[in-house]
C-alpha cells in the first residue's frame, strides 16, 4: 500500500513563526503535492514538484515556499506564518508518467492554526 | 473560469437510495482524465474512481458508477444502495496533460437512517 505520512495531524503556531510542514512517501512517486484545504473552497494547489530540486507553483503559492532535496520528502515553509494560514494542509503524491491515470494518494493532513 | 463545479454544496439521501452528485469540467485538453474522491469527518482523502476521456463505458466501481456525459462536460457520480458510512465530502477533480489536479469545492452527503 501506497503511505503518504504527515509529520504533525495537528499543529498551532503564533504570528510570525516560521512554520515546516513535512511530508514523505514510501512509493518512489515522482510528483509530490501541496493543497489547503478550506470549507467552501475545497482543495487549492500551493505548489507541486515532479522531480526532486524541482518545483511549480500552484495556484495560491504566495506566503508560502516549498524543498524537495531527496525524491520521498516534500517540504512546505510558511516563512511568517499568518492568521489567514489556518487550514488544513493536505500532502499528496502519485507517481510520474504521461498516462492520465494514477490517482494522487494523499496523507492524513496537517490541521495548523496560527494564532 | 472553474476548472471544477460542484454545484451541491450539501446533499441528504435515505439510506438504500441511490444519489448522484453533480460535477462539471472545463478542459481544452483532448486527453484528461476525471477522479471522485471522498473524505470523512476524519480527513483523510480516499480515491474512489477514476473515468479517462478516450473511455468509452462508464467506470464503476462496487456501488460507485461514475456517468460521464463528454459532451456536456459532465462527470456525475452515482451512489446506489447508500449506506450510513457513506456520509462523507466528496470531491470531484480532473488531471489535464500536464500534472496539475484540479479539485472542486465538494459536496456534503449526509445519508439519514
Known amino acids: 500500500d501506497v503511505k503518504v505520512t504527515q509529520s504533525s495531524r495537528y499543529l498551532v503556531k503564533r504570528t510570525g513563526e516560521k512554520v515546516f510542514l513535512e511530508c514523505v512517501q514510501d512509493m518512489d512517486h515522482e510528483n509530490m503535492f501541496w493543497y489547503r484545504q478550506d470549507p467552501g473552497l475545497g482543495l487549492r494547489l500551493i505548489y507541486f514538484?515532479?522531480?526532486?530540486?524541482?518545483?511549480e507553483k500552484g495556484d495560491i503559492p504566495e506566503g508560502y515556499s516549498v524543498s524537495r532535496e531527496k525524491k520521498e520528502r516534500f517540504s512546505l515553509i510558511l516563512e511568517s506564518a499568518s492568521t489567514n494560514q489556518t487550514s488544513m494542509y493536505l500532502c499528496a503524491s502519485r507517481p510520474g508518467g504521461a498516462s492520465s491515470y494514477n490517482e494522487q494518494f494523499f496523507g492524513p493532513g496537517t490541521r495548523l492554526t496560527v494564532l | 473560469a472553474q476548472k471544477i463545479t460542484q454545484t451541491q454544496p450539501g446533499m441528504f439521501v435515505q439510506e438504500k437510495e441511490a444519489v448522484t452528485l453533480d460535477c462539471t469540467y472545463d478542459t481544452s485538453d483532448p486527453s484528461y482524465g476525471l477522479f471522485w474522491y471522498k473524505q470523512p469527518s476524519s480527513g483523510e482523502m480516499i480515491f474512489l474512481i477514476y473515468q479517462g476521456s478516450y473511455d468509452q463505458q462508464n467506470a464503476t466501481e462496487g456501488r460507485y458508477s461514475l456517468n460521464f456525459q463528454k459532451a456536456r462536460k459532465s462527470a456525475n457520480l452515482v451512489i446506489s444502495a447508500s449506506q450510513l458510512g457513506d456520509s462523507a465530502m466528496y470531491f470531484c477533480a480532473m488531471r489535464e496533460a500536464l500534472n496539475q489536479f484540479y479539485f472542486g469545492t465538494g459536496t456534503s452527503l449526509t445519508v439519514i437512517p
Open positions: 514538484s515532479y522531480d526532486v530540486k524541482m518545483k
